[in-house]
């Protein structure tokens, strides 16, 4: 029997390592079709826009940035959480230096995606 069948992590704002310039990214979890990424982004970085080919949910884990989901923009604060079905356009501006989650779902036509 595995000792640990379960993956954890206590701070999520402390394993995002915010980098003072750019964007760090670290895959957490790749279990069961679901893969989920912790991001530090510095304050003024971005991810211009782009499509995953999976269902994905991005939540604000600490600090503030601009977000555009579809044609909607707003503030993503701590606590803010959007679910995008497959080939949403986003974008994301860190307004602060940023902790953001994203969530990619299982796949549902077995195809390859990536965030």
């Known amino acids: ?40 982004f510095a304050t003024g970085e971005e991810l211009s826009e782009h ?18 989901v579809g044609v909607e923009s707003f503030a993503g604060r701590p606590g803010t959480w959007v679910r995008m079905p497959p080939r949403m356009p986003h974008s994301i501006h860190a307004t602060s230096p940023l902790v953001l989650l994203l969530t990619l779902l299982p796949e549902r036509d077995g195809g390859a995606g990536e965030a």
């Open 1 to 40: 029997m595995d000792e640990h069948p379960f993956e954890r992590t206590d701070d999520l704002v402390a394993a995002a390592h915010l980098p003072e310039r750019g964007i760090l990214s670290q895959t957490i979890s790749d279990a069961d079709g679901v893969r989920v990424v912790l991001f530090g």
């Open 51 to 68: 499509t995953s080919a999976r269902a994905a949910i991005l939540e604000v884990v600490a600090g503030t940035a601009e977000l555009v």
